[in-house]
């Protein structure tokens, strides 16, 4: 049954990493009516991930991949830049460390990709593997949290350093985080770079269409199609890899959430300010209070980012005052680690959205007879979402890949009860975990 896509990303053209890059063109929209053998619908990093691996699957296959704005200015160009090798299991049970022992499989596997992606196409993005610090705020959460992530890296013989305050003061410039574990194999890099190279970088087999909204679908017939404003698409299959708008698709309506994150960076620090941080020349940290934590790097050109703020945002759309606020809380969040930098202001604030499960499992898998979705990244999704784009080729093109049952095995996205009751339950939810985990901001 054909049905109209209900709500389109929505490009505020705010989005910092690419305000850094120079000016780039996009692929010309789709026009006219193309048939094609596949069409994956999405070009971030699991559209992107599926469009290449279904070319290497099928060199003589026709694939169209449709985007509705611009590579690089939704959520994977507006990312914080961590391709996260690790997963942050927060068990210690038998069965949290084995699915941990899966997902650090499909990380490597990723991050290799990646890496020689990165490498074979010389795509600038400031790629480089700082490592990463999982850090706490709280003597609690160290306790805690840190303490159970270090017991999961030892049993995942994954090496790490324990860093106490005074170790980070000399490493970060600041004495705001009262422990952290360090591990290396974490990638840091512009993630608006990185999505525009790996897009530009398709082989010729691969046809993108920028500022293409897909506006009506039918998933359901023999042959899936997809209508634009100027332009139609029917294909043998289809890949849906569209995260967060998976649900205006109709799809997954029932299993993720669309949660919003508001992200900044400060114009570049200045030789004394530099100065008066840490001795490692970049770096980035990430909570181990996921969800009320801040993330924040130092870029190579010298610039603090920091990302904060998780909600619940159903309708994929959000106010001026709560941007106002969320910027706000940024400077503030910053100028508290980092007082001795002086008056420090912000030079790019923006926003983007993920998709999360209340059980952090993917929504993946065949949605109607020829049609596949790759979704609901809960975070991470530079390296998770590429492995979920690559498998979901792997699953439409028939290939066997063990990687799947490792994919599989996180198991799919927890049934949700229907909005407005949602509405109720998340909200308040998410509202009690930021108020729970705020000495953790
Ligand atoms: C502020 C922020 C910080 C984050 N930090 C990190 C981090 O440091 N590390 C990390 O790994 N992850 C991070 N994430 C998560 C990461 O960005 C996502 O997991 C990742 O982008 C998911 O990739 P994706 O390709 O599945 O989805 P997306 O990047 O959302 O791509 C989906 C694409 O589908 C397109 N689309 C939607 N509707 C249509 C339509 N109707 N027609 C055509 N195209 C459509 C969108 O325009 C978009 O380009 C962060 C996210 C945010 C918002």
Not at 38 to 50: H, L, M, R, S
Not at 230 to 255: C, D, H, M, P, T
């Amino acid at each position: 049954m054909p049905r109209l896509v209900d709500r389109l990303p929505a490009d505020d053209r705010t989005n910092g990493w690419s305000a850094l890059l120079p000016a780039r063109l996009p692929s010309a929209p789709l026009q006219g009516d193309l048939d094609v053998d596949w069409v994956v619908v999405g070009a971030g990093y699991a559209g992107v991930a599926a469009a290449r691996q279904l070319a290497r699957l099928q060199p003589s296959a026709s694939i169209a991949l449709i985007e509705a704005g611009v590579v690089g200015e939704n959520a994977s160009g507006r990312n914080s830049g961590f391709a996260i090798d690790l997963p942050h299991t927060p068990g210690t049970s038998a069965e949290a460390t084995e699915q941990g022992r899966r997902a650090i499989r499909i990380g490597h596997f990723a991050l290799n990709e990646l890496d020689g992606l990165v490498k074979e196409h010389a795509i600038a993005c400031d790629w480089e593997k700082s490592g990463r610090y999982h850090v706490a705020v709280t003597h609690e959460v160290a306790a805690q949290t840190l303490k159970n992530y270090a017991a999961n890296l030892d049993t995942w013989k994954e090496p790490y350093e324990w860093l106490d305050q005074k170790k980070l003061q000399d490493r970060l410039g600041t004495n705001y985080y009262r422990a952290a574990i360090y591990t290396p194999g974490t990638y840091l890099l512009n993630p608006a770079a990185l999505i525009r190279g790996l897009a530009d970088s398709l082989p010729a087999q691969v046809q993108l269409f920028e500022n293409s909204p897909a506006i009506e679908v039918d998933l359901d017939g023999p042959s899936p199609l997809v209508r634009t404003a100027l332009g139609r698409i029917r294909a043998r299959k289809l890949i849906l890899a569209v995260n967060a708008y998976s649900q205006s698709f109709g799809v997954y309506r029932e299993r993720q959430m669309p949660i919003l994150l508001f992200a900044s960076l400060t114009p570049t620090l200045t030789e004394s300010q530099v100065a008066m941080l840490g001795t490692d020349h970049t770096w980035g940290v990430t909570p181990a209070e996921s969800i009320a934590g801040s993330t924040l790097r130092l870029t190579r050109d010298r610039r603090l980012m920091i990302r904060q703020g998780f909600e619940y945002s159903p309708t994929l759309r959000t106010t001026e005052e709560r941007r106002t606020k969320a910027k706000a809380m940024n400077l503030g969040l910053l100028r508290r680690r980092f007082p001795q930098l002086g008056d420090m202001g912000l030079e790019h604030f923006w926003m983007g959205w993920l998709a999360v499960s209340r059980n952090h499992a993917p929504a993946f898998g065949q949605i109607a007879a020829n049609a596949f979705a790759a979704s609901c990244c809960n975070g991470s999704g530079i390296v998770r979402h590429t492995a979920a784009g690559m498998l979901i080729a792997d699953v439409a093109a028939g290939r066997e890949n063990p990687l799947i049952a490792d994919f599989l095995a996180q198991g799919t996205a927890d049934y949700i009860p229907p909005r407005p009751l949602r509405d109720i339950g998340v909200g308040l939810t998410m509202m009690w975990d930021m108020w729970r985990g705020r000495a953790e901001r």
